[in-house]
């Protein structure tokens, strides 16, 4: 039987493009022989906007649903205004294709340098809520640019919403050896929303009592992150608290260049899209400096995702072994593709 | 001629009675002998609730404001639900007062134990905003406790409100050696809120040519905290975003048993509040190992406030060199205490 993968491509700006061609690499050359792959490239992000004013038009949109799944690059160029691809493209892709379960693993591998004194060992996954919260655009000004001015944004959170996230985080935690949850908000603040999701993440518990559950608030949660990251085996949390938990976690576990992340949709639905948690680095774009190991790990996820689970291992344990191969000397983005093509390939 | 400080004292729950005892001892140590000192205690927290059902009644608001400033130890318990003594009771004081400025210095202090390799040298002052933002209380929810719950949370935010804030924090920078002063928010996607903090944040800037500035996204902020720590100075944000900030920053600089913090009426038209970042800590109540140390320094807070500078710096001279010279046999709460009441006595 002949299989096949048609994945769409988005390079975007910065360092996206350097990086998305060093994942493709390791895609090729991990993909059993059999397993047809059928890529299409998208141009969007800051050089499309310039040119045309779009950032994600609709058909640009349809044609995407017609994929398997989407690795993305990076999103974000200082000539445009900050929020434009952010809202337009990036988070326009997350809520049109209702990516709920935004996954975004953290691992301290050997060999990698990390802030940390002592070396804990980290290694935990936060799913992170990819469609709702403070991330859902609602809000307004009023007499904006006056000295009466009055700016909201309002944290949309739906029973529906929360519900489905738990569940899933509540599996992958019982998937995992330690079988631990913990559930971060800040619900003696925000009581609306915070409480809804602690009454709904008590409730789905039940349905999982082989899961140890805890409960942070965020503030707490950054303290544990550098103090006792260890404890920490599943995270669910927010779409605003993921987002700043999940750039904390990469810190700690030597620095984005290594963090990778999937925006789910588990239904199936519409393709779910892998992209590294790093920005598009526009300070080091072209120079070569860029690390695609995140790109790369992203792609794991995206194997994984589709089923390839050994292909999507393989990487994993390639990443893993090169970077505790690795000597001081940098090298650049191209050669560390290569060092993980090479061994995927083996 | 006989200056006096009316002081309100609220030593709120668990730990907050035995490191505000800890605060007046030093603060008694520490005033000249001209100084009449009046303290009147509130009887405010879990005790107060449980007994009476009440959070904050008017009565003892009118009689706090009668008062120089207020003394806060820790507020929550876990036989309370969740938020209503931090809403009905702490969030009431910091709104009712218009605590505007939240200040937080982080230092970190030598001879303490920081989780991050290399020790760095942090030295910077957040000033959270401290009565906007997600913090009012606004929003709700529909359909509460079925599957069709929507729950919501308002983040509010005016001109008037950052503006004042803000250029408490430029003057606060001005008055540093470094002179830096970074804003941090999230104004890619929280477009509203976030993109008029940063026209006022640029605006204001004019009137302070002498200071440097910078802005982070916050997810982008907590990296730095824990890879480039001494790159801050001063740093302006929102409520929240302080909230979780100043967590990570004291878990960075030694723990939350030395970090500091002044809810700020800059105008003088409220008493202004100071406390202890950390909470009530009902795990090692009474037991004597709360360091009453976070206290002193909101101590010391609280006197530059009133204008008494030079003791607020002879108890932050105290507190460095009691972490200079301390042994490594831990030391119970009383014992900390006694040592900087006779330091700062000298
Ligand atoms: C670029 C930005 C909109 C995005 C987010 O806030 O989700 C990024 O920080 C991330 O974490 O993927
Ligand atoms: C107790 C809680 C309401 C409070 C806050 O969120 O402001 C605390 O975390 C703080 O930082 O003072």
């Known amino acids: 039987m002949s299989r096949s993968i048609r994945l769409a491509v988005i390079p975007g700006d910065g360092i996206g493009q350097?990086?998305?061609?060093?994942?493709?690499?390791?895609?090729?050359?991990?993909?059993?022989?059999?397993v047809k792959l059928e890529t299409k490239e998208y141009d969007l992000g800051a050089r499309r906007w310039h040119a045309t004013g779009e950032t994600?038009?609709?058909?640009?949109?349809?044609?995407?649903?017609?994929?398997?799944?989407?690795?993305?690059?990076a999103i974000g160029d200082p000539s445009v205004p900050s929020g434009v691809l952010e809202r337009g493209l990036l988070l326009k892709l997350r809520f049109a294709f209702d990516h709920y379960v935004n996954l975004r693993p953290s691992?301290?591998?050997?060999?990698?340098?990390?802030?940390?004194?002592?070396?804990?060992?980290?290694?935990?996954v936060v799913v992170r809520e990819g469609t709702e919260?403070?991330?859902?655009?609602?809000?307004?000004?009023?007499?904006?640019?006056?000295?009466?001015?009055?700016?909201?944004?309002?944290?949309?959170?739906?029973a529906y919403g929360v519900e489905r996230v738990v569940r899933?985080?509540?599996?992958?935690?019982a998937a995992r050896p330690r079988k631990k949850l913990t559930l971060v908000h800040k619900n003696n603040v925000l009581v609306h929303a915070g409480h809804m999701w602690k009454k709904i993440f008590d409730k789905v518990g039940e349905e999982f009592p082989e899961v140890t559950t805890d409960y942070l608030h965020v503030d707490a949660a950054t303290i544990f992150f550098v103090t006792q990251p260890e404890r920490f085996d599943v995270i669910v949390t927010d779409n605003l608290f993921g987002d700043i938990l999940t750039d904390l976690a990469a810190a700690v576990t030597g620095g984005i260049g290594l963090a990778a992340s999937g925006n789910i949709n588990p239904t199936g639905a519409f393709p779910s899209m892998f992209e590294p948690v790093h920005g598009s680095a526009p300070d080091i774009a072209g120079t070569g400096k860029a690390d695609p190991t995140a790109t790369?790990?992203?792609?794991?996820?995206l194997l994984r995702h589709l089923g390839y689970e050994a292909e999507a291992a393989r990487i994993e344990g390639a990443v893993a072994a090169d970077l505790e191969a690795r000597g001081t000397a940098p090298r650049t983005t191209g050669e560390i593709g290569d060092a993980l093509a090479s061994r995927v390939a083996g």
Chains 1, 2 share one sequence.
């Open 296 to 301: 790369v790990l992203s792609v794991a996820l």
């Open 168 to 173: 899933d985080a509540y599996a992958r935690a």
């Open 18 to 34: 350097e990086v998305v061609a060093q994942g493709l690499k390791v895609l090729g050359a991990v993909l059993p022989q059999d």
């Open 133 to 158: 919260g403070p991330y859902t655009g609602n809000g307004g000004s009023l007499r904006t640019g006056t000295p009466h001015e009055v700016a909201t944004e309002v944290s949309l959170n739906t």
């Open 56 to 73: 994600l038009p609709d058909a640009d949109l349809e044609s995407l649903k017609e994929h398997d799944a989407i690795l993305l690059g």
């Open 107 to 124: 691992k301290l591998f050997p060999n990698t340098a990390t802030p940390l004194a002592g070396r804990p060992d980290i290694d935990f």
